[in-house]
């Protein structure tokens, strides 16, 4: 066995690290989830996570993954036959349109390289097109946690705007929510599906759709069948009255804490941070992409994620044995490459409880790891990023 000392660095683009104060919170012993304590710790938390979607709409919560509210949105909003529009941005954004496929909806997907950002005048072409407004809904990923590409919500929204459809808006803010500016209401979506273990930094497990009322309306006409994800046997009177069996009360002492420490720290604080940490991590990557090395995925800077960054190894090497060797010598754990991308990228997590010394770790434990595994590469990455984050602080 390989003992491993020190400090384990959490680096995957989710789950993410939790904080000790959450942890801390989750200590404590069940209480009766019917009672009037329960009620006031639940309460608090959807009144906080409304202030983090942005939203005056109802949020409804499940003992699922994200793969849970992804399904419920679908459940809950069609009828068998009924089109969707999935536009592709990587792995998650066709993983969720197979799922609408398995129930018996019919799935378009709106192509797109998964490099760059979704283009919205392409999306508002394929709505103008569609005029007798087949398309139910457009189902976009707004951080495309495989590629590290961050789609434009509010643009999207707009598309379909300008194209006068009628169609449902769903968002996937699963790997956004609580690392980059989100706004349910100000842009217009519908559906907005998330898990606890990302920007939240929670344990996995739970997961939490915030719903319009246009979308409370489609659900009332909605043929599939559905008992445990049902929004209408969830749903009270401004908050969550119903659980399907028992709540999972430690979730709730868990969210109350990081919600705590969400609004301590300040919404926008939060995204700054994150915005600092992953653009210390690119200037990393562009060192590094010196003598042909490993490059930024996302090519268009405006779109590169500040929760996650994708880091393509040149040709003819293994991402994989990059990561491997990450976790194997210095205890750093990233991500790898998903789907089509396994061995060509490997992933580094920016998001959530992190701080500077925690990123420049993970960033000097990666530019070893290229040394050793002869991945071709420049030198003084980490010496990049740390100059940035001082003159960061200087301004
Ligand atoms: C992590 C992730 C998922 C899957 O969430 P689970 O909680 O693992 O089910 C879906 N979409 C995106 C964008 C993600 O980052």
């Known amino acids: 066995m390989v003992v491993k000392r020190g400090y384990h660095f959490y680096q995957n683009p989710g789950p993410t690290n939790i904080p000790d104060r959450v942890l801390r919170a989750m200590d404590r012993g069940a209480i009766d989830f019917t009672g009037a304590q329960f009620r006031e710790i639940s309460e608090e938390c959807f009144a906080g996570l409304k202030r983090v979607f942005k939203t005056q709409q109802t949020i409804l919560a499940y003992a699922a993954s994200g793969h849970g509210a992804w399904e419920a ?6 009828s ?11 792995f998650f954004s066709l993983n969720w349109g197979m799922r609408g496929e398995a129930f018996g909806l019919e ?17 508002e072409n394929r709505l103008r097109e569609d005029r007798d407004h087949k398309i139910k809904a457009v ?21 379909i705007d300008a194209a006068n459809h009628p169609a449902l808006y769903l968002v996937d803010v699963i790997s956004s929510l609580g690392s980059t500016d ?3 209401d100000e842009w217009g979506v519908d559906v907005v599906v998330v898990g606890s273990q990302k920007g939240l930094m929670l344990p996995t497990g739970m997961a939490f759709t915030g719903v319009s009322s246009r979308a409370l309306a ?17 749903l009270g009177e401004g908050s969550q009255a119903y659980w399907n069996g028992t709540a999972p009360v430690h979730f709730f002492y868990g969210l109350q804490e990081a919600l705590r420490m969400i609004e301590e720290e300040g919404l ?8 600092r940490l992953a653009e210390a991590t690119r200037r990393a990557v562009r060192a590094w992409r010196q003598n042909d090395g490993p490059e930024i995925f996302a090519i268009d800077p405006r779109a590169q994620s500040d929760s ?10 293994d991402a994989d044995k990059v990561r491997q060797l990450c976790l194997d010598k210095f205890n750093v754990s990233l991500g790898g490459g998903l789907d089509r991308l396994h061995g060509h990228v490997f992933r580094i997590g920016h998001m959530g409880d992190l701080n500077e010394p925690m990123m420049l770790g993970a960033l000097a434990a990666v530019e070893m790891a290229l040394e050793l595994t002869g991945v071709p590469h420049g030198k003084g990455g980490v010496a990049a990023a740390m100059d940035y984050l001082v003159r960061s602080e200087q301004e």
Do not use: C
């Not at 390289?113 to 979704?118: E, G, L, Q, V, Y």
């Not at 926008?268 to 915005?275: A, D, Q, T």
């Open 73 to 78: 949105a679908l459940v809950n909003l069609f």
């Open 80 to 90: 068998p036959g009924d089109k969707l529009l999935v536009v592709e941005s990587g």
């Open 107 to 123: 799935v378009e997907t709106l192509a797109n390289d998964w490099r760059s950002a979704a283009n919205p005048a392409k999306l």
């Open 139 to 159: 189902l976009v990923v707004h951080n495309e946690t495989s590629t590290g590409v961050l789609n434009d919500v509010a643009g999207l929204r707009r598309a």
């Open 182 to 184: 989100f706004r349910m």
């Open 218 to 234: 489609a659900a009332a006409e909605a043929k599939l069948p559905r008992v445990y994800w049902d929004w209408r046997r969830l």
């Open 268 to 275: 926008e604080n939060v995204f700054e941070r994150h915005r």
């Open 308 to 317: 996650i960054t994708a880091v393509q190894v040149p040709e003819g090497w």
